[in-house]
């Protein structure tokens, strides 16, 4: 793919998703639905945050498709939602860490 012409929308799609990605209540939460679905009361009890919290930024996570949700009687349990993102994230946190 030719990245050399981006247009506008492109860019600033791209440019708000890593935004996003650099707020680390929102990286908390990506990281936490790294493997597994979960319902904003075990994200906000397991990461310590106010449910408001959490479900402000779950909000903006999924109008970036950076999450989606599915409901299951009164309760809305949230995943992770593009592959691709998720394994940026794993190489960065490798990268971080690695020695």
């Known amino acids: 793919m030719d990245y050399k012409t981006l247009d ?3 860019m ?8 996003a990605l650099g707020d680390p ?8 639905l790294f493997n597994d679905e979960h319902s ?5 009890e397991t ?11 779950l909000k903006t996570l999924k109008n970036l498709r950076l999450v989606k949700s599915r409901r299951e009687g009164t309760t809305i349990y949230y ?5 691709h993102v998720m394994t940026m ?11």
């Open 40 to 44: 904003v009361g075990d994200i906000s």
């Open 12 to 19: 600033e799609r791209v440019t708000q998703t890593f935004k």
């Open 79 to 83: 995943s992770h939602d593009d592959a």
């Open 25 to 32: 209540t929102r990286m908390k939460i990506l990281t936490y």
């Open 89 to 99: 994230l794993d190489q960065m946190i490798s990268h971080v860490k690695h020695d």
């Open 47 to 57: 990461l310590g945050l106010k449910q408001s919290t959490v479900s402000h930024q």
């Open 8 to 10: 506008d929308d492109t």
